[in-house]
């Protein structure tokens, strides 16, 4: 209990808004990491996933990059990433290391999003005469949206965990109280970082859940799901956990 009442005297202190660690600063860095990194990723990722999901091919290429990508230990992957770019090129590597991180999470959710509708809901729209471009974007995009956002509210969160080794690499982050802390055995401080650290991860997974139902169709949200749907639907959710 004491360490954590000086956890929270050590966060409300003036001295924490001042040089170039203050706290704002170093949110600021955490923050531009991960926003640069999930944008990155989702312009990599989420055409190939409803390209995937669209056409049906390539599932099973991607499953397995999608594996193999969440394996790699991420600090480990930094740390190369630092050695091949260079330490001038220091914030490069750790962007690309973020980027590589998101992706699975985010292909997964595109094609899973596509994937997921019910197959005689897209013959209806073939039958109807539509394109397939236009059943893509009308059909399609509507509907895989919130197991879309799903996988970006997974990737986001494992993202913005990760940055927290950023200050491994001298780039910041709210990751530097803790790696600053634990050498000097300043534990208020470890304990202050890891406090905003979750805290900025519960904020973003809120607003992301709230963005989720947002994204549902009116008419799907009305509706009760059928039960083959409704499988593929909590198949899809599961692979992206």
């Not at 590597?93 to 997964?108: E, G, H, N, R």
């Not at 549902?216 to 692979?239: E, N």
Request: proline letters at 5%; charged letters at 10%; hydrophobic letters at 60%.
């Amino acid at each position: 209990m004491n360490l954590f009442a000086e956890a929270l005297a050590w966060l409300f202190s003036p001295d924490r808004l001042q040089g170039s660690y203050a706290l704002p600063v170093l949110f600021g860095q955490h923050l531009f990491y991960t926003v640069v990194s999930i944008l990155i990723a989702a312009v990599i990722a989420v055409p190939a996933g409803w390209l995937i999901g669209h056409t049906g091919h390539g599932r099973e290429i991607a499953v397995a990059l999608s594996g193999a990508a969440r394996a790699i230990p991420s600090f480990g992957l930094l740390v190369l990433l630092v050695l091949l770019f260079g330490v001038v090129q220091t914030p490069a590597a750790a962007i690309v290391t973020f980027v590589l991180l998101a992706i699975p999470s985010l292909l997964a959710g595109a094609y899973t999003g596509v994937e997921a509708i019910d197959r005689q809901t897209i013959d209806a729209a073939r039958a109807m005469g539509m394109t397939e471009w236009q059943i893509f974007r009308k059909v399609e995009l509507p509907l895989g949206l919130p197991l879309l956002m799903g996988g970006v509210r997974a990737a986001t969160l494992q993202v913005i965990a990760t940055v927290t080794i950023a200050a491994y690499v001298n780039l910041g982050g709210l990751g530097w109280p803790i790696i600053q802390g634990i050498p000097l055995r300043r534990f208020d401080q470890v304990l202050g970082g890891a406090i905003l650290v979750a805290l900025l991860a519960l904020v973003v997974d809120l607003l992301l859940v709230l963005a989720q139902r947002a994204v549902v169709p009116a008419g799907v949200r009305s509706r009760p799901a059928r039960p083959s749907a409704a499988r593929r639907a909590k198949r899809a959710a599961a692979s992206l956990a």
